[in-house]
Nanobody, 119 residues
């Protein structure tokens, strides 16, 4: 089992930055990748970014490329999402998730942290 706790959300103005953190505990050694997802009001949850634990290969949704940066600190079992040039359409609850194996699914999820971007 892996437990995830997100933090760093809040209310910000468009054009500013915010950094989210996700601290993992439990069987973190069996983690292949960690990812960030988001769910806006009335919409389905969508992929934002991911990063592999060992090599640090990252992937991004087209909507956030060039604005968001995912990084990890394996010593702290923490993954970060640096969000720059925020837009009102980035408003959502952001979830952290863990994929234990490369061919598997994201099996563990945090409770989410809310990000609201005002125009």
């Amino acid at each position: 089992q892996v437990q995830l706790v997100e933090s760093g959300g809040g209310l910000v103005q468009a054009g500013t930055s915010l950094r989210l953190s996700c601290a993992a505990s439990g069987r973190t050694s069996s983690t292949y990748a960690m990812g960030w997802f988001r769910q806006a009001p009335g919409k389905e949850r969508e992929f934002v970014a991911s990063i592999t634990r060992n090599i640090g290969i990252s992937r991004y949704a087209d909507s956030v490329k060039g604005r968001f940066t995912i990084s990890r600190d394996n010593a702290k079992n923490t993954v970060y999402l640096q969000m720059d040039s925020l837009k009102p359409e980035d408003t959502a609850v952001y979830f952290c998730a863990v994929k234990p194996v490369a061919a598997g699914q994201y099996d563990y999820w945090g409770q989410g942290t809310r990000v609201t971007v005002s125009s």
